[in-house]
T-cell receptor, first 117, second 114 residues
Framework: AQKITQTQPGMFVQEKEAVTLDCTYDTSDPSYGLFWYKQPSSGEMIFLIYQGSYDQQNATEGRYSLNFQKARKSANLVISASQLGDSAMYFC??????????????FGPGTSLSVIP | GAVVSQHPSWVICKSGTSVKIECRSLDFQATTMFWYRQFPKQSLMLMATSNEGSKATYEQGVEKDKFLINHASLTLSTLTVTSAHPEDSSFYICRTNARHTEAFFGQGTRLTVV
């Protein structure tokens, strides 16, 4: 069963506008972590933001914020003030467990974001 | 700087030959390394999990005799694609959990089998 769902295969956003990338997940483990990664055409995976299942507040990192709605099992990424360099693939990922070194991280199908000048 | 160094970044090989991909952890001990494969325009699919000093654990559908993983030390894990075929052409990337809030990736290797 699909554990990470990203329903938007592709998104367009005007430069300087905000954009929300959707992510829903499925787990029965009370302890888990959610990640967002950016993958430009070069292939490298760039860590953006992390949200732990027990974190009380939504995570923020600069222009990135995570809209964490635990009851709905959603972890949407909000990018404010989009820049041309934000054009890339974005992956939502989940780690089940308490975060030991051997915990697997699984990835959603990804969303391709294109920022329009 | 890079926490995990992966080499080579790209490789072209002839069908039937073997290719070794290395991932080295820098400045920390990687007890566990995860290997992923990514086909064009698709997501990262976990292939196997390697733990230092023990046999790798492969995901369902991944041929362990074709994708040999060695994790002989705390700083080096290798993936060898044996008898490569064109359908093995893909982007291979390693990852380790240096701390629970972040997963560190190698730079990835683009393999093309001709």
């Amino acid at each position: 069963a699909q554990k990470i769902t990203q329903t938007q295969p592709g998104m367009f956003v005007q430069e300087k506008e905000a954009v929300t990338l959707d992510c829903t997940y499925d787990t029965s483990d009370p302890s888990y972590g959610l990640f967002w990664y950016k993958q430009p055409s070069s292939g490298e995976m760039i860590f953006l933001i992390y949200q732990g299942s027990y974190d009380q507040q939504n995570a923020t990192e600069g222009r990135y914020s995570l809209n964490f709605q635990k009851a709905r099992k959603s972890a949407n990424l909000v990018i404010s003030a989009s820049q041309l360099g934000d054009s890339a693939m974005y992956f939502c990922a989940m780690r089940e467990g308490r975060g030991t070194s051997y915990d697997k991280v699984i990835f959603g199908p990804g969303t391709s974001l294109s920022v329009i000048p | 700087g890079a926490v995990v160094s992966q080499h080579p970044s790209w490789v072209i090989c002839k069908s039937g030959t073997s290719v070794k991909i290395e991932c080295r952890s820098l400045d920390f001990q990687a007890t566990t390394m995860f290997w992923y494969r990514q086909f064009p325009k698709q997501s990262l699919m976990l292939m196997a999990t390697s733990n230092e000093g023990s046999k790798a654990t492969y995901e369902q559908g991944v041929e362990k005799d074709k994708f040999l993983i060695n994790h002989a030390s705390l700083t080096l894990s290798t993936l060898t694609v044996t008898s490569a075929h064109p359908e093995d052409s893909s982007f291979y990337i390693c990852r380790t959990n240096a701390r629970h809030t972040e997963a560190f990736f190698g730079q990835g290797t683009r393999l093309t089998v001709v």
